[in-house]
Structure formats: C-alpha cells, structure tokens
C-alpha cells in the first residue's frame, strides 16, 4: 500500500546544510497535508514544518524558522526539506507524514538520522 522513503540524513558540521527528501508510492487518496517531524532521544516528536495542498502558507517551529524551508511536489508526492545553518540542537531522526482529508490516511516514514555536530 502507502510507502513513504526518507533520504538525505548524514553528519555534517554546525552551519552546514542537509537536504532532506521524502518519496511517498502508493497513494491513491487526496493529499491534505505533507509534514516533517523530529524526535531526538528522549524526547516528544515535534512538528519542524508542514505544508497543505489547498495553497496554504507552510508553517514551521520557531526553533526553525528562517533556517528550513519545506517544499513539496503534488505530481510526485514528495515533500523536502532544505535545512540550512543547522546547529547541534538539530541533531535528531527526521520523520516524514503524509495525510489525507478522513483522518484515515495518515502515513509516516521510517526515518532518517540528521547528526550535526563537529
């Protein structure tokens, strides 16, 4: 059924840049909502960004704002992330969610492991 891939972690320095990419296959259903989450070690999941098809502005967490910019490709289904300036707080496994209108289809990714450190 509904697949989604997570690329694009790694280890890169403080101010360093990560593009994120999340491929999702199988979807057969209407697209409300693509987003990207976060969960470091021992800690909640937090919202990093969203972005809604209906030409909505994308949203981001404050802890992020100015540095990541979420994209998406509707044709595709893929969303992105570009992580710019990072810092070490943003050290975490970057998750992708895809949902649709019925709370029904909400799907997440595996994740990805985003390192920042020196």
């Known amino acids: 059924q509904v697949q989604l891939v997570e690329s694009g972690g790694g280890l890169v320095q403080p101010g360093g840049s990560l593009r994120l990419s999340c491929a999702a296959s199988?979807?057969?259903?209407?697209?409300?909502?693509m987003s990207w989450y976060r969960q470091a070690p021992g800690k909640e999941r937090e919202l990093v960004a969203a972005i809604t098809n209906p030409g909505g502005s994308p949203n981001y967490a404050d802890s992020v704002k100015g540095r990541f910019t979420i994209s998406s490709d509707n044709a595709k289904n893929t969303v992105y992330l570009q992580m710019n300036s990072l810092k070490p707080e943003d050290t975490a496994v970057y998750y992708c969610?895809?949902?649709?209108?019925?709370?029904?289809?909400?799907?997440w990714g595996q994740g990805t492991q985003v390192t920042v450190s020196s």
């Open positions: 969610n895809v949902k649709g209108y019925s709370f029904v289809y909400d799907y």
């Open positions: 199988g979807v057969t259903f209407s697209v409300y909502k």
